[in-house]
Structure formats: structure tokens, C-alpha cells
T-cell receptor, first 115, second 111 residues
Framework: AQKVTQAQTEISVVEKEDVTLDCVYE???????LFWYKQPPSGELVFLIR??????QNEISGRYSWNFQKSTSSFNFTITASQVVDSAVYFC????????????FGTGTRLKVLA | DGGITQSPKYLFRKEGQNVTLSCEQN?????MYWYRQDPGQGLRLIYY???????QKGDIAEGYSVSREKKESFPLTVTSAQKNPTAFYLC??????????FGQGTRLTVV
């Protein structure tokens, strides 16, 4: 079965702290994509990153970084020096390189960054 | 600006009524999706369409219907058979690197 688990329902941090959002996935396929999306209070999901299953290189984009480890089926997201504007719900998702291209989402992690 | 437009933003439905949620995209994407979001449950797939005039049921299709007569449009009808329709509905399309682009959502409430 394909599944995405985000065990952290809600996280609160103080501004400037670093925070890591966990994502664990399950799939029998060898080729797949992993994504992170941000959902601010306005409701629209904003695409942050895509990683394919063949590329385990970590990625850094400004204050954001992602750690993909196939050995543990994890795709964790770290925000460095968090800011109040980072407050949102973050979703991890899984999709496939072929076939139906359905997206399977985790239940999301609500991040609250306190000033 | 290219993107996905959902309307209306808020929708109120009486018991027994059918309502239609609009989703329009000008991104020239083939695949489109409808998701339902409930608190604490993430996004669940209702219907998806890979191409014009073709669509498939997702995980929670009961009580919903769709059409895909034009590439740009993928409306969702919530029928009276859907027993608990109050939720946030999100429409998406699949982009060039297989990322999903989302609209701003429609919040449906049964009154």
C-alpha cells in the first residue's frame, strides 16, 4: 500500500529557532516522486519541492532544506531560523513517475512560529 | 497570470440540493484533480482526469460527479447523495515536473 505519514500534528517554536518536519512514506514502487507543500491560512497549497526516487541528494533553498533517505523511507523538511511567516500547515506527498499520477498526501503538520 | 481559479470561495448548500464547484485552469495542463480536505485528515482524492473526456474515481467518489468536456475546465458536482459534504474542496492540475498546482479552494457548508 502507498501511504504518507506525518506523525507531528502540530509544532510550536519561537522565532529564530530551527524546526524539522518529519515525513515517512510507504511504497512498493521503485520509481516515485516526493513533494512538500505549504498551506497558509488563505488555503491554497503552495509547491515547495519535488524529489524523485533516484536522487537522494539533499537540497537547500534559502532557509529551507530537505533530507531524503531511502533507507529509512523518510523525506524530512527543516526550516532554519524560523519566522512568523513560516506559520502554516505543511504537507508531504507521494506520486509516481508512471501510471495514474495520483498524489497521496500526509495529514499535514501545523507549524506555529511565535514572535 | 497562469493558474487555477476556483469559484465560489464560499458556498452554502441546503439539505437535498446539488451544487457545482467550478475549476478553471489556463496552464494548458492535461491532468486535473479534485481533493477534499477535512480537519486532521489531510487531502483525499475525489476524482481525477488525465485527459479531456476521461476521468476516474478517486478514494471517496461516492456522492460526487465530474465532467471534463474542455481541457481548461473540471467542475465538481456535490450531489444530495453525499451525506457529509461540509469540507474544503481543492482543485489541482499536474505541471511539467509532475508537481501539483492548486486553486484557492472552495469552502462548502451545509445549512
Amino acid at each position: 500500500a502507498q501511504k504518507v505519514t506525518q506523525a507531528q500534528t502540530e509544532i510550536s517554536v519561537v522565532e529564530k529557532e530551527d524546526v524539522t518536519l518529519d515525513c515517512v512514506y510507504e511504497t512498493r514502487d521503485t520509481t516515485y516522486y516526493l513533494f512538500w507543500y505549504k498551506q497558509p491560512p488563505s488555503g491554497e497549497l503552495v509547491f515547495l519541492i519535488r524529489r524523485n526516487s533516484f536522487d537522494e541528494q539533499n537540497e537547500i533553498s534559502g532557509r529551507y532544506s530537505w533530507n531524503f533517505q531511502k533507507s529509512t523511507s523518510s523525506f524530512n523538511f527543516t526550516i532554519t531560523a524560523s519566522q512568523v511567516v513560516d506559520s502554516a500547515v505543511y504537507f508531504c506527498a507521494l506520486s509516481y513517475l508512471a501510471g495514474t499520477y495520483k498524489y497521496i498526501f500526509g495529514t499535514g503538520t501545523r507549524l506555529k512560529v511565535l514572535a | 497570470d497562469g493558474g487555477i481559479t476556483q469559484s465560489p470561495k464560499y458556498l452554502f448548500r441546503k439539505e437535498g440540493q446539488n451544487v457545482t464547484l467550478s475549476c478553471e485552469q489556463n496552464l494548458n495542463h492535461d491532468a486535473m484533480y479534485w481533493y477534499r480536505q477535512d480537519p486532521g485528515q489531510g487531502l483525499r482524492l475525489i476524482y481525477y482526469s488525465q485527459i479531456v473526456n476521461d476521468f476516474q474515481k478517486g478514494d471517496i467518489a461516492e456522492g460526487y460527479s465530474v465532467s471534463r468536456e474542455k481541457k481548461e475546465s473540471f467542475p465538481l458536482t456535490v450531489t444530495s447523495a453525499q451525506k457529509n459534504p461540509t469540507a474544503f474542496y481543492l482543485c489541482a492540475s499536474r505541471g511539467r515536473i509532475n508537481e501539483a498546482f492548486f486553486g484557492q479552494g472552495t469552502r462548502l457548508t451545509v445549512v
